[in-house]
């Protein structure tokens, strides 16, 4: 069912030779512009349209009555009130300890640098709700941008057709999260919403400082149009699975592993990386096996079988190490001997899952780690979403006269050199009489 990648014997960079699913973000990013762009000048109205144009559902009311949120707990199932709370739990006790201490730097006496950390002052978190709705996916924006400090904290998820309204499980973990500021707004529109806000009726929706969450080829390209006016923090693309594996691992767990995340949507990517044949034959024997028994089989081969799903059989677990790194996955199972020492030598991946009793899908939901992961080889550079997302790094700088005097031609020498002699004037008078 998968594609096999044979890097045996080459010396080549694997990057180019690794599958990847074809995300065209560029063209995206002008189609949704004219939304984007009447969200700006338009407000409200041009967001009901684009809702009714793109998504089919006529909304009444953009902002989500309280009333309905609370109905939402309500009825909530206990099974999945007790999953989210300790979803909740766990995620808050893991983001707390992410927090960032202020260091201050004594330099002279009397001179000193002050590291401080701000949380961003207002955030709009998006939770999708296409193929598959994300209750797991408020946890994973609202706390850390909770435990950061954030003061203002607003959520948006499409309307689902049948009640104008987003998901009702994710109305529900919003509402045990005590976040009352929700839209039932998705794609595009919603991310130009967020960005420029709208007043033209009300309540109306201020704009944010600060946008999160992942999303479809859409939003990841409003998001693009929007970085600048606000922050974002990644443009992910479709989730991704690697699984490093040799001959120890169990090819019923590795199957189950690669089907879970071929399970979100038709580009999403799973990869095997082993030295293993015996693996290999026996991993396509379950996998089909139990692609044959799972609900979603229809989109899970689709995306197992496409040009962004492989196997890729190396020589070793050496080459193996640096066929993940090239790959700088959103999720890494490591499944070999003495997972963690293999781990902790991996530089590219947005979480590591080490041994055979940590799937993905517990980072999913109730790990205590952030689900929210940057995709599509960003792993090389950029980090998954945390509580030091929301937080901004401010330096206070305190000099007294005497510590600036001890510096004074430094600066004087320094700007001269760069022929900006008025940077040196500016300390040059403090000490003139």
């Known amino acids: 069912m998968l594609n096999r990648i044979d890097l045996r014997g080459s010396v080549e960079d694997p990057r180019r030779l690794l599958p990847r699913a074809a995300l065209d973000v560029s063209a995206a990013t002008e189609q949704v512009r004219p939304t984007v762009e009447a969200v700006r000048e338009h407000g409200a109205a041009a967001i009901r349209e684009a809702t009714h144009r793109f998504d089919g559902v006529q909304v009444e009311r953009l902002r989500v ?22 979803s909740i739990a766990r995620a808050r006790k893991v983001h707390l300890d992410q927090r960032r201490t202020e260091v201050t730097t004594v330099l002279s006496d009397g001179g000193t640098v002050t590291q401080r950390w701000l949380p961003v002052g207002r955030v709009g978190l998006y939770v999708p709700g296409g193929l598959a709705v ?21 959520v948006t998820s499409p309307p689902q057709k049948d009640t104008g309204l987003p998901n009702r499980n994710i109305l529900a ?24 806000g709208y007043g033209d009726e009300a309540p109306g929706c201020a704009p944010v400082d600060m946008i999160t969450g992942p999303g479809n080829v859409w939003v990841t390209a409003a998001k693009r149009l929007l970085r600048g006016v606000v922050g974002i923090d990644a443009e992910a693309g479709p989730t991704e699975i690697a699984i490093l594996a040799d001959d120890s691992a169990d090819p ?12 979100h949507d038709p580009l999403a990517a799973s990869v095997l990386v082993t030295p293993s044949p015996e693996l290999i034959e ?10 044959a028994e799972t609900r979603h089989n229809q989109r899970v ?31 890494l199972e490591i499944q070999t001997r003495d997972p963690r020492a293999v781990a902790e030598r991996v530089r590219s991946a947005g979480a590591i899952f080490v041994g055979a009793w940590s799937p993905v899908s517990l980072g999913d939901y109730c790990a205590g780690s952030n689900h ?11 980090s ?10 401010v330096q206070l700088i305190e000099y007294s006269h005497d510590a600036l005097r001890e510096v004074a031609d430094h600066v004087v020498a320094l700007s001269d050199a760069e022929d900006l002699p008025a940077h040196g004037a500016a300390v040059k008078v403090r000490f003139s009489a």
């Open 65 to 86: 009555p309280a009333e309905a949120i609370a109905a939402a707990e309500e009825a909530l199932d206990p099974a999945v009130r007790a999953a989210l709370l300790e």
């Open 134 to 154: 994300y209750p797991s996916s408020v946890v994973m924006n609202v706390v850390p941008a909770q435990v950061a400090g954030v003061e203002s904290i607003a």
């Open 173 to 196: 973990a919003c509402a045990l999260l005590g976040i009352d500021e929700v839209y039932a707004v998705g794609g595009a529109q919603a991310i130009a919403m967020f960005g420029y």
């Open 252 to 263: 019923r767990h590795v199957a189950a592993d690669l089907i879970s995340q071929a399970e």
């Open 282 to 291: 026996a991993v396509e024997v379950e996998v089909a096996k139990q692609v």
């Open 301 to 331: 081969t689709e995306a197992l079988t496409g040009p962004q799903s492989a196997i890729v059989i190396v020589d070793d677990l050496e080459q193996g190490l640096k066929v993940v790194d090239a790959y700088g996955a959103e999720h």
């Open 372 to 382: 929210v992961l940057p995709t599509g080889g960003c792993a090389r550079h950029s």
């Open 384 to 393: 998954g979403l945390s509580t030091q997302t929301f937080l901004r790094g």
